[in-house]
C-alpha cells in the first residue's frame, strides 16, 4: 500500500469537509498538492481558471451564491500574490473562503531564493483572523479544521501556507501527546436567538413610530417571510442596500429598491422623511442615504456583533440571526391603522418603475444601456442567477431589474473591484449547474479578464446540467463609470487617453471558442437576443453596441454634482452634446405625467 503524503491527507480532508471543488492555478510551489489531484481521481474537482485572481473571484461566486465555505489554491510567490484581489473581495463582502498557497522549500527560506516572499506578512491583513503556515505533517488537521471553521463562523479569509517539501513529507497523524493539538471534522452551528428583554424594548420603539423605514441587506436574505410581515404590520416601506437585492422580492408595493449612489428615488425620499428605521442584516456604509442625524428613532438587528451599532445613532443593537430575531418580535408589534405612509410609499414605487420604463426606452445611439436591463427583467428564469460587474453595469442593475421569486444576484459590494462579472458567472455555475448564470460586464472589464476567462467556460461548460451562462457585453469603448465620475465629481471633461478602450468584437471571439456570440445594435433586437441566449444549448456572449452619452444620473443628484458636470461640460468634453441630449431626456422622464394604475 502507497504511503500516504501530507499533499494527499490535504485533499482527504477537504472532501471530509464536503468541499467538492478547488478553484485554482497550478505551479511549482504546489506541485506536490498537483500530484495527489491525481491520485484522489481529482476530488475535490481541481477547477483551472486563466489567472489566480479570477481563481480567488469563482470561489467568492462559489461561496455567494451556494452559502458554503469556499477553496482556492495557488502557487508560491506570485501565485499567491496574483490570489490578494479576490480574496479582499471575500473578507469585505463578508464571504468564506479559504486560500491554500504553495511556498520554498523550508530548507531555502532566509536565503532569496526564487519567488520566496513573507507570505504570513503578505496575508496578515487579508486573512488577518487566521493565517498559518504548516511546518511538520502532525499539524496539518488543525491548521485545516481551524482555516475553515473560522472562515465559516466569520464569514471571511482565511489562508494556510504549505511549503514544498512538507506537502510530499509522509503524513504521521498528531497524538494524544504533549504539543500535539489533534483535531475533528464538522461543527453544528446554533441559532442565535436575541434577548428577550431588547426585542421588548424594540417593539415598544417600533410601535410608537408614525413613518417607519426598513433598510435590510444579505444577512435578512434567508428572512423574506419575516420582513414582509414586519413591514405590514408597521405600515413601512423596505429598501434593500446593494447587497440584499436578492433578499426580498421587487414585486412587493412596499419594496422601494436599492439605497445609496445607485438607489431609487423612493428608497432616498422614505428616508428623508421616516420618523423610525429598523435595519436587518445590513451594514450599509453611506450615512448620507440614511435619516438626517437625529431625525429617527433607529433598531439594528444584525448576527454579527463587530459590525453592529454603526452608520447610524441606533438606540437599540440587538445581536441575532434576522428571522429568528423577527419571529421574536413580530407577536408583539401592533399594526398600524393609519396606512397613509405605506400608500404614500406605494404610490412613489409605483411611479418609480414607470419612470425606470421611460428612462430605459429613450431613444440613444445606437442602444440605450437601460433597456439591456429593462428587457431582460420580465424574461428573467425564476431560478436565475444575476452578476453584474463594477461599473455602470452596477447602475442599471440596481435600478432596471426585477427580482422575484428565487432569483439571485450579487456584485463586488464593498470593494467595488473590476474583473469579478465573469468569474462570479462561473464559480456559481459551479455551485449551481442546474440554474441559469447571467453576468453584465463593462467592455473594460471584458478587456481586462473576463475575456479570458470565456476560455474557462469553454473548457467546462459541457459538464453543467444547465448549459446557459450569458455574458452581456455593454459595449461602449468608454470606461463609463469613471468617465461619468470625472465630470460629477471634479468637473473634468472626458480624458481620451485614459477612458477610451480599443474596439473589439467580443462575439466574434466567443465564437471562435465555440460558444454563441451575438452583435446587438440595434434597441429593436434586445428582447429577442435575450429569448435566444435563454432558449441556448450552450453559453452565449451578447455583445451590445450602447451608447455612453446616457448619463447614470443618480435620483438624488446634488447641486454640486450637477454643477460639476455642466463644468465639465464647458471645459470641452469631446462627448458634450451627446451627454446633453441624452441627459435632459433621461431625467425628464422623473418629471413627465405617468399612466395611472
Known amino acids: 500500500m502507497a504511503k500516504e503524503l501530507v499533499a494527499d491527507y490535504l485533499l482527504n480532508r477537504l472532501r471530509e469537509w464536503d468541499v467538492d471543488h478547488v478553484f485554482a492555478f497550478p505551479g511549482d510551489g504546489i506541485n506536490g498538492i498537483i500530484a495527489a489531484f491525481g491520485r484522489a481521481d481529482n476530488q475535490p474537482k481541481f477547477v483551472q481558471a486563466r489567472h489566480e485572481e479570477m481563481a480567488a473571484f469563482e470561489a467568492v461566486g462559489y461561496a455567494k451564491f451556494t452559502g458554503k465555505t469556499a477553496v482556492c489554491m495557488a502557487t508560491s510567490g506570485p501565485g499567491a500574490i496574483h490570489l490578494l484581489n479576490g480574496l479582499y473581495d471575500a473578507k469585505m463582502d463578508h464571504v468564506p473562503v479559504v486560500a491554500i498557497v504553495g511556498q520554498t522549500a523550508q530548507s531555502a527560506m532566509g ?92 417593539a415598544a420603539l417600533l410601535n410608537s413610530g408614525k413613518k417607519v423605514a426598513m433598510l435590510i441587506g444579505h444577512g435578512a436574505r434567508g428572512a423574506a417571510a419575516e420582513v414582509e410581515e414586519v413591514a405590514g404590520l408597521l405600515g413601512a416601506g423596505v429598501a ?75 438606540e437599540l443593537n440587538i445581536v441575532g440571526d434576522a428571522a429568528t430575531t423577527l419571529r421574536a418580535l413580530i407577536p408583539l408589534l401592533q399594526r398600524k391603522e393609519d396606512r397613509g405612509w405605506q400608500e404614500k410609499i406605494q404610490t412613489n414605487v409605483a411611479r418609480w418603475w414607470e419612470t425606470m420604463k421611460d428612462e430605459a426606452l429613450v431613444e440613444a445611439n445606437p442602444i440605450n444601456p437601460q433597456r439591456l436591463f429593462h428587457e431582460l427583467s420580465p424574461q428573467l428564469p425564476a431560478n436565475a442567477m444575476v452578476m453584474a460587474d463594477s461599473g455602470s453595469s452596477a447602475d442599471w442593475y440596481a435600478r432596471q431589474l426585477k427580482f422575484r421569486g428565487q432569483m439571485r444576484g450579487s456584485l463586488s ?128 456572449v451578447l455583445d451590445f453596441h450602447v451608447d455612453p452619452d446616457v448619463p447614470p444620473i443618480p435620483p438624488h443628484a446634488t447641486f454640486a454634482q450637477a454643477k460639476a458636470s455642466a463644468k465639465a461640460m464647458l471645459s470641452g468634453d469631446p462627448d458634450a452634446w451627446g451627454i446633453i441630449k441624452e441627459g435632459v431626456k433621461t431625467k425628464m422622464q422623473e418629471f413627465l405625467p405617468h399612466k395611472e394604475g
Open 111 to 202: 536565503g532569496s531564493y526564487q519567488q520566496e516572499v513573507d507570505l504570513l506578512t503578505l496575508f496578515k491583513d487579508v486573512a488577518s483572523d487566521y493565517v498559518q503556515m504548516v511546518t511538520v505533517p502532525e499539524q496539518l488537521p488543525n491548521v485545516l479544521d481551524r482555516a475553515i471553521r473560522i472562515a465559516t463562523a466569520n464569514r471571511t479569509v482565511t489562508a494556510i501556507i504549505i511549503p514544498s517539501d512538507v506537502q510530499e513529507l509522509e503524513y504521521s497523524a498528531p497524538t494524544h501527546a504533549f504539543k500535539m493539538v489533534p483535531s475533528s471534522v464538522g461543527i453544528q452551528w446554533p441559532t442565535v436567538s436575541p434577548d428577550d428583554a431588547a426585542v421588548r424594548d424594540a
Open 240 to 314: 434593500k442596500a446593494l447587497l440584499g437585492k436578492d433578499s426580498l422580492s421587487d414585486e412587493l408595493p412596499f419594496v422601494t429598491g436599492s439605497i445609496g449612489l445607485l438607489g431609487s428615488r423612493p428608497s432616498y425620499e422614505m428616508m428623508m422623511e421616516c420618523d423610525t428605521l429598523l435595519t436587518v442584516g445590513s451594514s450599509f456604509p453611506y450615512t448620507q442615504f440614511m435619516p438626517q442625524a437625529g431625525q429617527a428613532r433607529a433598531v439594528q438587528i444584525d448576527l454579527d456583533a463587530k459590525m453592529i451599532g454603526m452608520r447610524y445613532n441606533y
Open 413 to 540: 459590494g464593498n470593494l467595488a473591484t473590476m474583473g469579478p462579472g465573469v468569474p462570479y458567472a462561473i464559480g456559481a455555475k459551479f455551485g449551481c449547474p442546474e440554474r441559469p448564470s447571467i453576468a453584465f460586464v463593462g467592455d473594460g472589464a471584458m478587456q481586462m479578464n473576463g475575456m479570458a476567462e470565456l476560455i474557462t467556460i469553454k473548457r467546462y461548460w459541457q459538464e453543467w446540467a444547465d448549459p446557459r451562462l450569458i455574458v452581456a457585453v455593454l459595449h461602449n469603448n468608454d470606461l463609463n463609470q469613471v468617465t461619468w465620475e470625472l465630470r460629477a465629481m471634479a468637473g473634468s471633461p472626458k480624458f481620451v487617453e485614459s477612458q477610451s478602450l480599443p474596439d473589439v468584437d467580443y462575439a466574434a471571439f466567443a465564437r471562435s471558442l465555440g460558444l454563441n456570440g451575438v452583435v446587438v445594435t440595434s434597441p429593436d433586437e434586445v428582447a429577442g437576443a435575450w429569448s435566444t441566449a435563454l432558449a441556448a444549448d450552450r453559453p452565449t
